[in-house]
């Protein structure tokens, strides 16, 4: 019926439009602050733009949940603050997580962090969570038909998925409107998906993000003229995570726990080969660099809006994957999951993701090590030692394995 969508209509314009509005005084306020990101070797902007954008996303999140509150005590909306029958969540323990995650982006936004304390505040902002409720529960096993009880490793294992999940969009957030626009793409997705399964909540806070990151675009997609900053990417990556948990805590099947890792895809491979790369370069997994995704488009010839077009397209394509992933039996699902997997790899592997952009060099002369990039002289020869055969590395001849 018509009338059961009035309340997500209102939910996600109030998301929608109290972004649009408070985007400009969150610009303002950073600036006030001193929370601008300014030029570098490393940034795309060309110019100082504010990065606290995340307040207006912040916000945009809240108004939904305040005419979600207005709309159950006053107008008879569904109730959508209703556990789960496998799990007793606690709601104002999420709000609090919620506030922690939005807080310390915040805070990041103006003083910079230390990754360590970011971490700190990423993972108390899970633990809140965790103990108010949330967590992965017994794990339907598709080859048995049985369950698989987590026990007490169920705790950590969902703080550490909740902890990923809150980067991998800080992680992607490298070009305007790129962030903003896969959060509402997984957005979308897991609205669909939450309401198929009967989770009202997740519906609710899905189709909050969605309003509120598509309110936001609106100043960020390029030329930018504000930057949503750790402030809006934690608790984006941070509210997807939970609204995943919120639609998987009924009866977590194995398969069922992939999709949301699936539609996520574009940020965790991107992830996952700046690791590797990092690691290949023995230069630190922590250190920035300039091989992610937009560099490597940007590199190959896309402008801003092209590359962040078809980074779209991507994440557009794993949603729809996923969804047809819920609709088959287990089998297809597992193998639709690997035809993705599969493909995003090879893209990533034409794209040269794992290929470092950074390397550890020693000085004969001077003997100091030092980091070298592409524009440095000293780059060919340590990338011609990390290809080169280990047993020429040890020395052999070349002509002995021949």
């Known amino acids: 019926m018509v009338s059961d969508w009035i309340p997500y209509i209102c939910l996600f314009g109030a998301a929608l439009l109290v972004s649009l509005a408070v985007t400009p005084l969150a610009r303002s306020l950073a600036i006030r602050v001193g929370a601008v990101d300014y030029p570098d070797a490393r940034r795309i902007n060309k110019k100082p733009i504010p990065r606290m954008g995340g307040v207006a996303i912040f916000a945009g999140i809240v108004a939904a949940f305040v005419v979600q509150y207005v709309g159950t005590t006053y107008f008879g909306w569904p109730v959508v603050l209703v556990p789960s029958p496998k799990l ?3 709601y104002w323990f999420l709000v609090a997580a919620f506030v922690t995650v939005f807080l310390t982006g915040v ?3 103006i003083f910079s962090l230390k990754p360590l304390q970011k971490l700190a505040g990423q993972t108390l902002a899970a633990v809140i969570a965790v103990a108010g409720g949330l967590f992965i ?6 080859i048995s ?3 698989v009880d987590l026990g007490w490793l169920a705790y950590p294992i969902t703080v550490v998925y909740l902890v990923a999940y809150t980067n991998i969009i800080n992680l992607i957030d490298g070009l305007d409107g790129l962030a903003g626009g896969i959060s ?6 897991m609205f669909t998906l939450s309401v198929l399964a009967g989770r009202l909540d997740a519906a609710a806070l899905s189709v909050a993000v969605v309003g509120a990151s598509l309110g936001f675009l609106r100043y960020n997609f390029h030329p930018a003229s504000v930057f949503m900053g750790d402030s809006g990417a934690l608790t984006l990556g941070f509210a997807l995570g939970v609204v995943s948990l919120l ?3 009924r009866f977590a099947g194995l398969t069922t726990i992939i999709v949301p890792l699936v539609i996520a895809a574009v940020p965790i491979i991107d992830t996952f080969s700046a690791i590797v790369r990092r690691l290949r370069g023995h230069t630190g997994i922590s250190h920035a660099d300039r091989g992610h995704i937009h560099h490597r488009l940007l590199a190959e010839g896309f402008d801003q809006r092209q590359a962040v077009l078809l980074m779209y397209a991507w994440t557009a394509l794993l949603c729809a994957g996923s969804l047809v992933m819920t609709l088959v039996d287990t089998l297809p699902r597992i193998l639709i999951f690997f035809v993705l997997l599969g493909a995003s790899f090879i893209f990533a592997q034409n794209l040269h993701l794992f290929e470092p952009v950074l390397l550890h060099h020693r000085d ?3 003997g100091e090590d030092e980091l070298v990039s592409p524009s440095d002289e000293a780059f060919a020869e340590e990338a011609e030692k990390l290809h080169r055969p280990r047993h020429d590395k040890a020395g052999a001849h070349r002509g002995e394995h021949r």
């Open 88 to 90: 007793q969540v606690n």
């Open 107 to 109: 805070l990041d936004d």
């Open 137 to 142: 529960g017994d794990i339907s096993d598709p």
């Open 145 to 147: 038909g049985g369950f």
């Open 184 to 189: 509402a793409l997984a957005g979308v997705t």
């Open 247 to 249: 639609s998987v805590t």
């Open 364 to 366: 004969p002369q001077t």
